[in-house]
Nanobody, 116 residues
Framework: QVRLVESGGGLVQAGGSLRLSCAAS????????MGWYRQAPGKQRELVAT???????TYADSVKDRFTLSRDSPQNMMYLQMNSLKPEDTAVYYC??????????WGQGTQVTVSS
């Protein structure tokens, strides 16, 4: 089992910044990838950014050049630095852990609200 706890969400004005954190614990030795996802009201959950076991990152086009995913492996932490936030970035943000066996674990989510 893997436990993920997100933090760092909040209310920010457009153009502002937030840094999300994800703390992982449990059986965290079988990762294939980790990532950040988000779900806005009335919309499907969408991928924001991922990092592979080898450290390769990918980003959704909508957040490229504004968001940066980083990882502190010894501390079992993952971060999402979000700059130049827009109202359309408003969503619940989830941390995810994908195992090599195809299992997915999710955090409880953290709300990000960007006011115009």
């Amino acid at each position: 089992q893997v436990r993920l706890v997100e933090s760092g969400g909040g209310l920010v004005q457009a153009g502002g910044s937030l840094r999300l954190s994800c703390a992982a614990s449990g059986s965290i030795f079988n990762a294939n990838a980790m990532g950040w996802y988000r779900q806005a009201p009335g919309k499907q959950r969408e991928l924001v950014a991922t990092i592979s076991n080898y450290g390769m990152t990918t980003y959704a086009d909508s957040v490229k050049d504004r968001f940066t995913l980083s990882r502190d492996s010894p501390q079992n932490m993952m971060y999402l630095q979000m700059n130049s936030l827009k109202p359309e970035d408003t969503a619940v943000y989830y941390c995810a852990y994908h195992t090599r066996l195809g299992n997915d674990y999710w955090g409880q989510g953290t709300q990000v609200t960007v006011s115009s």
